[in-house]
C-alpha cells in the first residue's frame, strides 16, 4: 500500500469515525416529546425511515413492522421519522400520527417527532447523512427513503423510497450488519 493510499484509508476511516459520533449525539425527540438521541441505541442496527400517513408507499409500514418483528431479538432497531416534506403527506400532529401508525399497521417500532429531512429546515440528523460531507451526499428523494445504520453507529446503506423494507438487498444488508459483532 503506498503513502497515498495509507493516508487517503486513514481519512475515509476517521472521516466514517466521525459521522458515525456525530449522528449518535445528534439531539432527537421521540413522538412524545422526550429528549433522547441515536446513541440510546448504540450497539442495534438501525434501519431509518422518513415516514407519512398518505404516501403511496405508506404500506410500508407493514414490511417495517415485520422485518422489525423478524430481526429485533438479533439486534435490529426500525426507527420512523414522520415527514410533511413531500407533497404534504405528513399533516398530522404526533399523536394523530401515532394514531395512525399503531391502529393501521400495528407498529411497534420507536417513533420520532416530525423533522425535516430537506430543506432550509432540515433536521441535523439527516444534514449529516446527505449533506455534501455526509456519506449520502444529496436530498432525500421522498417518503420512505431509508438508512441503514451499524452496531458501530457507521451508515451502511442508503435505500430509496419505492424498495420496500422486506427487499431481497435490504434484508441481506440487514442480516450482513447484525452478523458484525
Known sequence: MTMKNLLFSLLIATTAATAADSIS???LKDISGKSTNLAAYAGKVILMVNVASRCGNTPQY???EEVYAKYKDQGLVVLGFPCNDFGAQEPGSN????EFCTKKYAVTFPMFDKLHVKGPDQHPLYAALT???GPF???VKWNFGKFLIGRDGKPIMRIEPKTKPDDAKVI???EAALAEK
Open 62 to 64: 407493514k414490511q417495517m
Open 137 to 139: 451526499p444529496g436530498d
Open 95 to 98: 399523536d394523530e400520527i401515532l
Open 25 to 27: 449525539t445528534i439531539p
Open 131 to 133: 449533506g455534501k460531507d
Open 172 to 174: 441481506a444488508a440487514i
